[in-house]
């Protein structure tokens, strides 16, 4: 048990904010330093507004993605760019589509996108100024614009491409489950108007809660399991083909598009 | 080393940590389930504090869905979904989450402006408001005197329920004038003619929540439809849950073909072909029995009345016989035992809904490929039924009808097309109104004012359209209402800024997916920037300029007044006031309106209420109608020229005689029809044309030469027709419309993926981008509606009209082309029933560039 609590899991959002980068690194690496972070995580962090964590299990936020009700509309990347007020050319969510096979045999699927708030966030690890910390009374993965130095390794770090660099606020920035709408008791904004009801948002550490009757009952995928960082955002019948399948000889047509790909990658 | 974490630990970590997360899992620890409101309340993201929520209907796209506004400190900062609407459930797509673009797009057009070079030329001076309605006022007053108002015309596109009673049932009548065009024959004009001459009404309701198999014909209700949001997230649940199987047939895979069961590929303009040979096997199989034979008994299907079901049958069969799946395959390249395996499903289902869009009825054969589908939910008994295709239910508002002692208005005869070309032209034929102006011998326009509309850009022959409006010697004075500088507003004489929807009262009247009405207003967000203003005010004071006022001052005060004289919303609502502040009513005790047609007027009633004062029974059509209610002089004259000839006798129906039995029936809207569900046409047969839908293949189809391809156009989910590509949060996603094309068709003309290529038409010619698809049939080439804007500001097009800067956000503009527009390309072309415009029947030549 104290091993599992070390590498991080249900309690590992408590492993973060690191309280330096070097002790961060040791704990992702070999878990060993992880009770003196989770002392100086507590002892740095914000007040929190959240009760407390209750038999030293957090809230750790997440959400479901029932790609099955997804219909590939993009009512939730407009309403993340409304709610935010997000600079055209970034997104903190998206909608990526993709298309498979050769007529008549061809399907296409859509992928929303978002932050993971990783339990392992790699962002965090490497924030040379903790700017970037996950919340320890929600595990929230979040960016405090005014330490942020704009030195761009957290964009790196993250598997996911998940953060980009806010051209106006010229800090990092990325999806942070609409916290201003959730303390409130509101859903974030691109659940609110998920037209196929597709995403599903709550506490993965309650099993009481819909979310999590749903990551036990139906076959959730996370996306980039192997590389350890333990997303908090589940799939449910995601397609994963994606733009390396595309260049896998043998599979004959694979297409991954979205406006967000085509700005940086064009 | 210290920056960076090395990929092999990395790896190694995520092994662990996946080992661990399993056994994480295990514990149960006993928690409140937090509940998360779906919404109905924001906040500012920065400061949390609370934003001020008002609730109002977006107006993006013809669906107009309630939605909740939300105001910052004076500014309009976001719109979502209306949580207490039966209509969408709190849900609202993206383009209406892109409305806060709209209000500050930077080049909107704040002020009057009156052309101060040649006309097109892009000169402009800014003038007052009273320079303003004192030259278009003096302009109309002028027409009117001289016993000429019809010389005004007014041409609009989607506009609010409001905007369509104060505008085209007040203001336009009370001054005289006839001459109004719509923009319906360019998306749902042979549907509503369809409908219109089946089953009378003009809009139809898919009843996804209670339908156990869903067969589409065309329709992309996923991404774009009347009905979108409410439709859409119905259909995606019942997708989702596998509540039913949907087959979609396509030219293209829409999402809506994506996520269907099946996406059978057809060839274009075939559709109906399909739908009788469907016809065919449901009777030939005899799975019309039950459901479809009960239904048989309110259908007309023979000239006669009085027609035993038996007979109905037997006159079916026969005209469906020679249309079997055989005959159906190498037409529409759908494999005959598809087509069966289909039918059988469709008829076995019980209930199923059949769909269908522009897509399947913008061809030359779009009337009867309406009516064929009307006929296989009809025989298979799923028409008006749960879970079936129904009459749509929308809200009924009364309002004020301003002055009643109204000389007839006067109208030019340039509406409904040339002399000839179409038969039924029951919504108008606003594609040919520039060519008949051109051409000049209906007479022509001394003021032309559109609003909400965009003629250059929203028809076929751009480059005609540009010539005629230029021209001052064919249209002497042009209007543009509009909040945004487009194609059509660059070639005005005067431009009245409008204000956007985020700024105006409206009532609405939406279809509701339940069958149960939903009345909701617009309402202002905030005051209409600049000096621009609502389009019904500035009609309201129009009036009192000519001296005809209205009875009510503003378009605030129509909507109020109506609020107050609709008994559901006074009584039930609150009125005005209440439903301004609850945004949304329905009737919680309301049934969901099925089976209507089947009220039947017992003995006692018809000889205690049913026969009123007017009410007299026409022998020809077995219909009983007040003359009354129709406004005939009197009852003499009713009685002599009788119900079908008529003018506007519809108005006063009242019941059908139906074998010895009355029942109400199928109420007509627009044709002196019987209450029958006429699969059989009486109307069609007296102008010559087939009485029961029959094949008619497409005329350019069949003259097609080697290497022609059709040229199909559509939609997307984020933009809608010419209004949205200003919302740069929707332009970013959607910007290029790449020529779509079937890799072998593409390699038989020796094009390849990514080439420039030259698209040509016998009207025009376009330079595009061909892009490779595997999903779209062969022998055609998709481009979709949305693009290729040369004007409508700097996130549509390249240019910012007026120069405004904008920085810091101009310089975040990314997108590296704006795509072409296929209607330079695309004939104005009516289809020969309705006057549909023909999109879909356009052949091309493709060529590299």
Partial sequence: MADEREIGGRESEEVCPAPGRREAIQALAGGLAATVAVAAATALSAPPTEPAPRNGRGIQYGMVIDVRRCIGCHACTVACKSEFDVPVGENRSWVEYVEKGEYPYVGRSFLPRLCNHCSIPPCVYVCPTNATYKRPQDGAVVVDVGLCIGCKYCIQACPYEARFLNPITGAADKCDFCLHRVSKGVAPACVSTCVGGARIFGDVSDPESEISKLIASERVTVLRGEMGTLPNVYYIAADHTDSIDARRPEVRQVEVDNHRRRKHWR | ?849
């Fill in chain 2, 1 to 849: 080393m210290d920056l960076m974490i090395r990929r092999r630990e990395f790896l190694k970590i995520g092994t662990a940590a996946a080992t661990v997360s399993a056994a994480a899992l295990k514990p149960a620890i006993a928690r409140e389930a937090r509940e998360f409101k779906p919404g109905g309340a924001g906040y500012s993201p920065l400061s949390g504090t609370g934003r001020e929520a008002v609730a109002t209907a977006c107006a993006q796209c013809v669906s107009r869905c309630p939605a909740i506004g939300y105001v910052e400190e004076g500014r309009m900062v976001k719109v979502e979904g209306q949580p207490a609407s039966i209509r969408t459930a709190g849900k609202l797509c993206a383009r209406g989450q892109a409305s806060v673009n709209l209000i500050y797009d930077p080049d909107r057009i704040l002020y009057p402006l009156r052309r101060a070079g040649k006309r097109g030329e892009g000169k402009w001076q800014r003038i007052s408001w009273k320079e303003a309605l004192d030259d278009l006022a003096g302009r109309l007053k002028k027409l009117r005197d001289a016993g000429q108002p019809e010389k005004f015309m007014f041409h609009h596109g989607w506009i609010s329920a409001s905007a369509d009673r104060l505008i085209n049932e007040v203001f336009l009548p009370t001054y005289g004038t006839g001459t109004v065009v719509n923009q319906t024959c360019l998306g749902q004009g042979a549907r509503q003619a369809a409908f219109q001459l089946t089953w009378g009404a003009h809009e139809d309701n898919w009843d996804f929540a209670n339908t156990r198999f869903v067969l589409n014909f065309g329709a992309n209700v996923l991404e774009a439809h009347t009905n979108h949001v409410a439709l859409a997230r119905i259909l995606a649940t019942g997708i989702a849950e596998r509540r039913f199987r949907i087959v979609t047939f396509d030219v293209r895979m829409s999402n809506t073909a994506a996520k269907s069961n099946a996406w059978i590929p057809i060839k274009p303009g075939t559709d109906l072909a399909v739908a009788l040979a469907m016809g065919n096997v449901v009777m030939n199989e005899g799975l019309f029995r039950g459901e479809g034979e009960a239904f048989l008994e309110f259908c007309k299907v023979t000239p006669r009345n009085d027609a035993t079901v038996a007979e109905k049958v037997e006159a079916l069969k026969a005209h469906l016989a020679p249309y079997t799946p055989e005959w159906a395959e190498p037409i529409s390249g759908v494999p005959a035992r598809t087509i069966r395996d289909l039918a059988i499903e469709f008829a076995t289902a019980k209930p199923a809904c059949v769909l269908s869009s522009r897509a399947v009825s913008s061809n030359y054969n779009g009337v009867d490929t309406e009516r064929a589908i009307l006929l296989l939910a009809a025989i298979t008994g799923n028409i008006d039924n749960p879970g079936g295709r129904c009459r749509a239910v929308v809200p009924e508002w009364s309002y004020p009808k301003g002055p009643q002692d109204r000389p007839p208005t006067r109208r030019l005869e340039i509406l409904n097309g040339f002399d000839g070309a179409v038969s039924l032209p029951i919504n108008g034929v606003g594609h040919q109104v520039l060519k008949m102006i051109k051409d000049g011998r209906a007479g022509r326009p001394e003021v032309y004012l559109w609003y909400i509309y965009n003629p250059v850009y929203a028809n076929g022959e751009v480059g005609e359209n540009i010539d005629v409006l230029k021209d001052e010697a064919l249209i002497p004075f042009t209007v543009a209402v509009t909040p945004f500088y487009d194609e059509s507003a660059a070639l005005a004489d005067l431009i009245l800024p409008d204000a956007t929807y985020l700024e105006r009262y409206d009532f609405e009247d939406g279809v509701s997916p339940s069958q149960v009405p939903e009345y909701y207003l617009r309402q202002p967000l905030v005051p209409p920037l600049g000096e621009a203003r609502d389009f019904k005010d500035v009609c309201c004071e129009l009036a009192e300029r000519l001296g005809i006022p209205l009875g009510f001052k503003t378009g605030e005060e129509f909507v109020s007044k109506a609020c107050q004289m609709t008994p559901e919303v006074a009584d039930k609502a609150g009125g005005f006031r209440g439903l301004t502040k609850a945004g949304v009513w329905h009737d919680p005790g309301a049934k969901p309106a099925y089976y209507g047609y089947r009220r039947e007027i017992s003995n006692e009633e018809f000889k205690t209420s049913f026969l009123t004062e007017g009410v007299i029974f026409d022998e020809e059509m077995g219909v009983y109608w007040n003359w009354k209610k129709a406004g005939v002089a009197s009852e003499a004259e009713a009685r002599r020229v009788g119900y079908r000839r008529t003018p506007g006798a519809h108005k006063g129906y009242e019941a059908q005689l139906m074998r010895e039995r009355i029942f109400i029936g199928f109420r007509p809207d627009r044709i002196n029809k019987t209450g029958y569900f006429e699969l059989y046409s009486a109307v069609l047969a007296e102008r010559g044309l087939p009485p029961l839908p029959t094949y008619r293949p497409v005329p350019e189809h069949a003259e097609m030469r080697a290497g022609d391809l059709v040229l199909t156009t559509y939609k997307v989910n984020v933009q809608t027709l010419s209004t949205t590509q200003n919302c740069k949060w929707l332009t970013e996603i959607y910007f290029d419309n790449a020529a779509r094309i079937h890799p072998t068709t593409a390699r038989e003309h020796g094009i390849g993926d990514g080439d420039r290529v030259r698209i040509k038409s016998k009207v025009g010619e376009i330079e595009t981008t061909a892009k490779w698809s595997h999903s779209i049939v062969p022998g055609i080439v998709a481009i979709s509606t949305h693009a290729g804007r040369w004007e409508y500001g700097r996130y549509a097009s390249k240019r910012a009209p007026f120069g405004v800067d904008d920085a810091p956000f101009d310089r975040l503009k990314w997108w590296p082309t704006n795509g072409t527009h296929p209607n330079w390309v695309i004939p104005n072309s009516p289809e020969p029933v309705s006057g549909q415009q023909r999109w879909g029947d356009v052949v091309v030549t493709l060529t590299k560039a």
